[in-house]
Every structure is written in C-alpha cells, then in structure tokens.
T-cell receptor
C-alpha cells in the first residue's frame, strides 16, 4: 500500500468522448505526476503538477490536461478520445523540496482506460 | 535522453537462480532508482542509489552504480516465482522518466 489511490480502476469510453481520472496523493506529498502506459511499454510521462501548477510536460497533445487541488489531489482530463488513448494511466506522488525530488515516486494502481 | 535504458528486454530463469539486469544512461545524475511492476499494477520503488555510492543492498537485491560508465545493474539473488515482473530504472532529473524495462520471468 503506497497511500496513493486512483479512480476509477477500469472504464470504457468511445472515440470522441471525454474522460476524467482522479488521484489522491500520499500524505505529505506535494507533487503529482501522471503517466500513460500502453500494453508492453514503459510508463510515458504526461505531466507533473506542483503547487497546483503544471511543472513539466511530456510529448502529449493539449487535449491531455490536468489539475492539482489545494489538498494535492489531482485530475487527468482527456478530451476527444482516440483509440490509441487506450492504456493504463498511472498517478505517482512525491515530494519536492528546494526544487528537487527528495526521494522516490509512490504509484497508485492505475486506471485502465479502454477506448472503443 | 533523460531516461535509463534497461537491458536485456526479457529474461527467463529458474527459481533459485540469480537475475541480473542492467541500466544505461547518458546524463549526469544525482541518483538512480529501480522500480518493479507486476503485470497491470502500479510501480513499486525498490532501491535508490546516490551518485556517490557504488553499491547498495536491500534484502536479496544488490544494486551497483558505475558513474564513469553511466551504468547500473540490479542483481536479484535466489530468485522466486514471485519476482516475476517488469523492472525499470530511472535517473534523477527534475522529472522521472522510464524506459521500456526488463521483463523477468522466474519459472518454479
């Protein structure tokens, strides 16, 4: 148990729809990172939120967006879903102090999205 | 590239044998971390080794770091079927980036 919870665990959407995934970070952590993991691949960095602002972004289009709330929980929103968006979406929390990571990432169990 | 690259891509061994997987990277680092992922689950942190350390142990895990060669290795001794998973290394930059991992299969 990492203390990071994600919801929903599984969901099915159709092309063109929108989806919101949620993540509650571990107590004491101020940073949330989101990753997309396609089958058989490593996790791909989507973006990171720190102090409620985006703090870095991977190679993902603007239809991937996020939020971080004052309690450090976070949402990932994906608009205009495409078939290739089918993947496991992982949220990870961590702590940044003095502008640097202070340790490891703690991952949730992921939300598996299927786009039909 | 701000990520580690694992090698081999896949590894199959019998229970009781040792498993060694390697990680190479291209930039200077503050630390390097290894993670494990059971199929379809979240990643679990295994061990962190700092750039001024050469070797670190945690239970049956042994990690080495050679900053001159920009490489690290993870050794799992006396492997068990429960060690079957994918293993990822990642280097400490401001964002943790993962490679494609090593898929380890341990047969009973």
């Amino acid at each position: 148990e990492t203390g990071v919870t994600q919801s929903p665990t599984h969901l099915i959407k159709t092309r063109g729809q929108q989806v919101t995934l949620r993540c509650s970070s571990q107590s004491g952590h101020n940073t949330v990172s989101w990753y997309q993991q396609a089958l058989g691949q490593g996790p791909q960095f989507i973006f990171q939120y720190y102090r409620e602002e985006e703090n870095g972004r991977g190679n993902f289009p603007p239809r991937f967006s996020g939020l971080q709330f004052p309690n450090y929980s976070s949402e990932l929103n994906v608009n205009a879903l495409e078939l290739d968006d089918s993947a496991l979406y992982l949220c990870a929390s961590s702590r940044i102090a003095g502008g640097r990571y202070t340790g490891e990432l703690f991952f949730g169990e992921g939300s598996r999205l299927t786009v039909l | 590239s701000q990520q580690g690259e694992e090698d081999p891509q896949a590894l199959s061994i019998q229970e009781g044998e040792n498993a060694t997987m390697n990680c190479s990277y291209k930039t200077s680092i503050n630390n390097l971390q290894w993670y494990r992922q059971n199929s379809g689950r979240g990643l679990v942190h295994l061990i962190l080794i700092r750039s001024n350390e050469r070797e670190k142990h945690s239970g049956r895990l042994r990690v080495t770091l050679d900053t001159s060669k920009k490489s690290s290795s993870l050794l799992i001794t006396a492997s068990r079927a429960a060690d079957t998973a994918s293993y990822f290394c990642t280097i400490n930059t401001d964002k943790l980036i993962f490679g494609t991992g090593t898929r380890l299969q341990v047969f009973p």
